[in-house]
Nanobody, 113 residues
Framework: QVQVVESGGGLVQAGESLRLSCTTS???????MGWYRQAPGKERELVVL??????EYADSVKGRFTASSDNAKGTVYLQMNSLKPEDTAVYYC?????????WGQGTQVTVSS
């Protein structure tokens, strides 16, 4: 059974940090892993995508967020520093191989001002 499970979300104040984790089961030949987010009333947007060891970040998080992944283990992490209220969203783990894309159920991140 394929599983994509996020953890680490929560409620923090502006300027604080959070670390998100994503673990997967039964997904093989992973080619890319990353994070997306969706704020209320907005479309889902890319936060970071790691392909071939190279991470592509959204401009809004560059310099504040750092992602790391291990495709062989099927894990990806997102260290979020200097959080802002506009970072408030549901964060989704994204995994893809040559066959399809996989998504987790999402984890809520709320940043208060």
């Amino acid at each position: 059974q394929v599983q994509v499970v996020e953890s680490g979300g929560g409620l923090v104040q502006a300027g604080e940090s959070l670390r998100l984790s994503c673990t997967t089961s039964n997904i093989f030949s992973i080619g890319a892993m990353g994070w997306y987010r969706q704020a209320p009333g907005k479309e889902r947007e890319l936060v970071v995508l790691i392909t071939g060891g190279n991470a592509e970040y959204a401009d809004s998080v560059k310099g504040r967020f750092t992602a790391s992944s291990d495709n062989a283990k099927g894990t990806v992490y997102l260290q979020m520093n200097s959080l802002k209220p506009e970072d408030t969203a549901v964060y989704y783990c994204h995994v893809q191989n040559r066959y399809r894309h996989y998504w987790g159920q999402g984890t809520q991140v709320t940043v208060s001002s």
